[in-house]
């Protein structure tokens, strides 16, 4: 692929969306029909260019059906659901509702997210998977209205993450119960804290004095892994864990988080005293973090990353530098919040992996400012330092440590006007190493709000669709302080709105399209796989997009195929391959029908192998 990358540096020849500043800046009523095409050069350079070498698989219809179809040339298999069991002795999966805590702790957990595979040899790797919440009314016969003690274990123990072996048998991925590495990381799992804020008063429990001891990982969305082979699962929405029965004054700093002290609607306080803010109001800042995990070791101890700041982390998008220097960026999913980036202070070092390991303990994290170039859809921008001492994070604002600075990450970014965006969702680095890409997944309050203009990569007011912005760092660098960025495309619908901003990009018609892109990965090819978890009505605004879906993107040509539909209420997310890019796995999220079972049969979050049929690599 380098060859075709090359040619991708003249990055100004790759927008697909250049409207003058001023149409996108007046919003959908004010567009004049003909501006966006009349202003948009690349448009018809992108719409006759359908016919890319990347993609090479024929497009699927949107749809409504209660299953996942696949295209022509294709098969799926169902990898592993909620409930299977993962161990050797663990209880078969009963629908009925009614299983304990003891028995979800041995079967894979609920709501598959982001997930990554560790190869071990041809037909035998390694998947650690996300199980980011539950679904009560499925979880429990009584749909979480009559809560006992037990009940909220069983919910910690249905989330978190799952490691599983798989090997391949007749060309076919099956799970292993019988795994050495097999094994359920949930809410009451041991894991230590590292960086600046480890052992901070602001981390300090009743049941912790050291600040460094927390028990469990919970909201596990997205995920990322190192060349080191950890896997790095990524705590997003942990507020809504918490509550409390009696009331609690909460400063801004909670306020900030989403953090409320009301009766949460998944009851843990009730009965678990850790998640009650009158008794333990330090327990969310315990949350919130990137956390590192060996799976190749079930022993081994999960390490929360502070050095990596401290929000509703999507995902984490890991780059070795050029120079040695490892990269991570890094997405905050709320409206108006931002991107970080953060850069190890020591190098990676090939062959050392002790001392790799280490690399995420120390370095410095930096959120992103984007400026846009006047009347164009595209600009550069800036990576600004969170560092205490330094761009205002002094006492007089505030921040008394670097601790505090990662703690409040939120507040810090905040203090430096890093620029406010539609919902960073995923990050994905091409895989020339130099390209990153980022799903700004939709924003409603996008105009609305105060500090959430119109305006940079967020170009459309009470945005429902969604855009991928794509930035470049200077020279390539993943490690320098500014970048080039453009929309790689604009979700929209060109049946209901015709010539505004709202229609989407050029390279949106409709046949493709579809809203809220969130779940992206590249494969070894340069494929971007684009995962969506929007609005599945069908009306309205979003007729004609149906389920949720996945799409695949070339990222040279613009152009977007729809690969896969999901099944009636899911969302499509978390993706990963078999080493040979044979098979491709694919989280099917709180499908509300019958998936995957049919029948009447209880829906069941699953993770889908998708092969060839004639063995070949999947998209090619
Ligand atoms: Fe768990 Fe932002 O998706
Ligand atoms: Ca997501
Ligand atoms: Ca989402």
């Not at 274990?153 to 019988?178: H, S």
């Not at 988080?257 to 005293?273: I, M, R």
């Not at 109001?281 to 990596?308: H, Y």
Request: overall charge negative.
């Amino acid at each position: 692929m380098t060859d075709l990358l090359d040619k991708e540096t003249d990055f100004s020849n790759m927008i697909d969306a250049r409207l003058s500043r001023r149409s996108f800046l007046m919003g959908t009523a004010a567009v004049g029909a003909g501006a966006f095409l009349a202003l948009n050069p690349v448009a018809k350079a992108i719409a006759a260019n359908m016919d890319s070498k990347l993609l090479n698989f024929m497009q699927v219809p949107a749809s409504t059906n209660d299953t996942v179809i696949v295209p022509k040339g294709y098969s799926i298999s169902n990898l592993m659901s909620w409930g299977d069991p993962i161990f050797t002795n663990a209880p078969a999966f009963n629908a009925n509702g009614k299983q304990d805590s003891t028995a979800q702790a041995m079967q894979f957990g609920d709501n598959t997210d982001g997930m990554s595979v560790f190869p071990l040899s041809k037909d035998h790797a390694i998947l650690a998977v996300n199980n980011e919440y539950t679904n009560y009314e499925y979880l429990f016969d009584h749909q979480g209205k009559a809560m006992t003690a037990d009940d909220v274990k069983k919910a910690q123990a249905a989330l978190g993450v799952t490691v599983v072996e798989l090997v391949r048998k007749d060309g076919k991925w099956i799970m292993d119960p019988k795994g050495k590495v097999n094994r359920r990381i949930t809410a009451n799992t041991e894991m230590h804290v590292t960086g600046p804020a480890a052992g901070h008063d602001l981390l300090k429990t009743k049941a912790d004095p050291t600040g460094k001891k927390v028990l469990g990982t919970i909201n596990n969305c997205s995920n990322g892994h190192t060349p080191w082979g950890t896997y790095l699962t990524c705590e997003e929405n942990f507020n809504g864990f918490f509550g409390a029965e009696e009331e609690v004054a909460l400063d801004d700093n909670y306020k900030r988080y989403g953090v409320e002290a009301t009766q949460s609607k998944y009851q843990w306080h009730n009965f678990d005293e850790r998640f009650d803010l009158a008794k333990n109001p330090n327990e969310p800042n315990r949350f919130g973090w990137i956390v590192e995990i060996d799976p190749k070791d079930p022993t081994s101890t999960p390490l929360k990353r502070t050095a990596l700041g401290r929000f509703k982390h999507e995902n984490a998008a890991f780059v070795i530098n050029d120079d040695g220097h490892a990269v991570v960026y890094l997405g905050d999913d709320e409206r108006g919040e931002h991107i970080y980036k953060f850069v190890s202070k020591h190098k990676y070092q090939a062959g050392n992996d002790s001392a790799n390991r280490q690399l995420l303990e120390e370095g410095t994290l930096y959120v992103a400012k984007f400026n846009m170039h006047a009347d164009k859809l595209e600009g550069d921008g800036e990576w600004i330092e969170l560092t205490y001492g330094k761009n205002g994070l002094t006492k007089e604002n505030g921040f008394n440590s670097q601790a505090e600075v990662m703690i409040f990450a939120r507040k810090a970014a905040t203090q430096v006007s890093a620029t406010t965006m539609d919902r960073p969702e995923w990050i994905a680095v091409h895989p020339d190493n130099k390209h990153v890409f980022c799903t700004l997944t939709n924003n409603k309050n996008r105009g609305v709000k105060e500090g959430q203009d119109v305006d940079g990569p967020n170009p459309r007011a009470e945005n429902h669709y969604g855009q991928i912005v794509r930035w470049m760092p200077t020279d390539g660098n993943h490690a320098d302080n500014t970048f080039k960025w453009d929309l790689y495309l604009i979700a929209g619908n060109p049946t209901v709105h015709k010539g505004d901003l709202y229609a989407g990009s050029a390279n949106i018609n409709e046949d493709n399209m579809f809203n809220s892109p969130d779940g992206i990965g590249f494969d070894k090819a340069g494929r971007l796989w684009i995962q969506t978890d929007g609005n599945y009505s069908n009306e309205g605004d979003f007729a004609g997009q149906g389920n949720n879906q996945m799409l695949c993107g070339d990222p040279m040509t613009g152009e977007v195929r729809r690969f896969l539909t999901g099944p009636i209420g899911s969302e499509v997310t978390g993706l990963t391959f078999s080493e040979d890019q044979k098979t491709m796995f694919v989280g099917i999220q709180h499908p509300s029908g019958h998936f995957p079972a049919g029948g009447d049969n209880k829906p069941r979050s699953t993770i889908v192998a998708i092969t060839k049929d004639d063995g070949g690599v999947v998209g090619s």
